[in-house]
């Protein structure tokens, strides 16, 4: 059974850090690419993060280029999100997904809420 789990998010302060995780299983998690996405109600989910199967390349959305850094731990199966400098604007629910490359399945998890007080 495919499963991601996401952990680490809560009430973070602007300025301050947060570290998500992402635990998968059910899959053969260095074969799949891997993404954070994020989702405010009203707008569409959108992507923060991409980090290749390999990690040998990533990807940013523009907006959190320089704040935060994806990585992951093939040996724990394990994706995560390092959030640093923390913006109201960055609160939202985090969701974590994995992309069998190139064109296999799909998977997400249930998301993290990540809260920002202004």
């Known amino acids: 059974q495919v499963q991601l789990v996401e952990s680490g998010g809560g009430l973070g302060q602007p300025g301050g850090s947060l570290r998500l995780s992402c635990a998968a299983s059910?899959?053969?998690?260095?074969?799949?690419?891997m993404s954070w996405y994020r989702q405010v109600p009203g707008k569409e989910r959108e992507l923060v993060a991409h980090?290749?199967?390999?990690?040998?390349?990533?990807r940013y959305a523009d907006s959190v280029k320089g704040r935060l850094t994806i990585s992951r731990d093939n040996a724990k199966n394990t994706v995560y999100l390092e959030m640093n400098s923390l913006k109201v604007e960055g609160a939202a629910v985090y969701y974590c997904r994995a992309d069998e490359p190139p064109y296999g399945a799909t998977y997400w998890g249930p998301g993290t809420q990540v809260t920002v007080p202004s």
């Open positions: 980090i290749s199967a390999t990690s040998l390349r990533t």
């Open positions: 059910g899959f053969t998690f260095r074969r799949y690419d």
